[in-house]
């Protein structure tokens, strides 16, 4: 076997297998395109479900710096509910 032919598959075969980083790639594989800037005011519409319900959902519209904020308030709510976790005074 080629010992170039060799060393790419085993490269190849490291990637896969998550031992090699994908940086470490061959020089031959395509380089990733970058992805396209959002637009942070484009209005998103995701449907979420209704609590109480199994089935029920409902859409909800907001811009995506709004979904932004909303999600960063949620994880800080998560990080606050877990470090008073056992606490008095809540």
Known sequence: MNSKLAAATI???????G???AS??????????APKARNMDE???EKTEV???RLATKKV????AQW??????DQQEIERAQTMRGTKGE
């Open 43 to 45: 209005v998103v519409c």
């Open 11 to 17: 490269a190849a075969a490291m990637t896969l297998t």
């Open 24 to 33: 470490a790639q061959s020089a031959e594989a395509p380089a990733a395109k």
């Open 19 to 21: 031992i090699l980083p």
């Open 61 to 64: 519209c907001m811009t995506r």
């Open 68 to 73: 932004a904020e909303r999600r960063r308030a």
């Open 51 to 53: 609590i109480g319900s």
